[in-house]
């Protein structure tokens, strides 16, 4: 899944990519394709990991629309990457109801962990963490999901965290 696109060479897209992109526009009005922008960019991410600027502007071609239209959408929402990121994704719920009870000393945790900063990849490329707005868990904080399955964590501890990141691993092979 996880592939690193040079942010210098254009994109160009598998058949099998394209046809995914059909069927999405095929589900809007004649003319009205941008509206197929955000399930089009989770297509590309699914496929390279991540959203690079070639493949915003691969996207904008396919779409008949600006490149510029392509990028405010890609970096508003934070579930596009930017960047290549790990297998993993912890993504460490950091509003008030996790914060309250313990985010930060989870996320400065995982970072110990992992030996990386929050946006960065492990060096075996399994591993990224950040910190997100809310995950809608507020009762059962802290919490973190993990991508790009988006599997919730819930009522975590140091502890946790650590058997998590040993499974996933383990998961991975390594």
Not at 21 to 42: E, I, M, N, T
Request: charged content about 20%.
């Amino acid at each position: 899944m996880l592939s690193v696109q040079n942010t210098d060479t254009p994109v160009t897209f598998s058949p099998e990519l394209k046809a995914k992109f059909a069927d999405v526009v095929s589900r809007y009005p004649a003319g009205k394709q941008k509206s197929a922008l955000l399930p089009v960019l989770h297509l590309v991410q699914a496929e390279y990991g991540w959203v690079s600027a070639p493949a915003m502007d691969a996207v904008a071609e396919y779409l008949s629309i600006q490149s510029i239209e392509v990028y405010e959408v890609a970096s508003f929402y934070t579930m596009y990457f930017l960047k290549p990121q790990g297998k993993y994704m912890l993504e460490v719920c950091r509003t008030g109801p996790c914060e309250i009870v313990g985010a930060t000393p989870i996320m400065e945790h995982i970072e110990q962990q992992l030996g990386v900063k929050e946006g960065d990849v492990t060096e075996d490329g399994l591993f990224s963490w950040r910190g997100v707005e809310c995950l809608a868990a507020c009762g059962f904080g802290p919490v973190l999901q993990i991508g790009p399955e988006y599997t919730f964590y819930e009522n975590l501890t140091k502890e946790s965290v650590d058997t998590l990141i040993s499974d996933l691993r383990r998961k991975a092979g390594n």
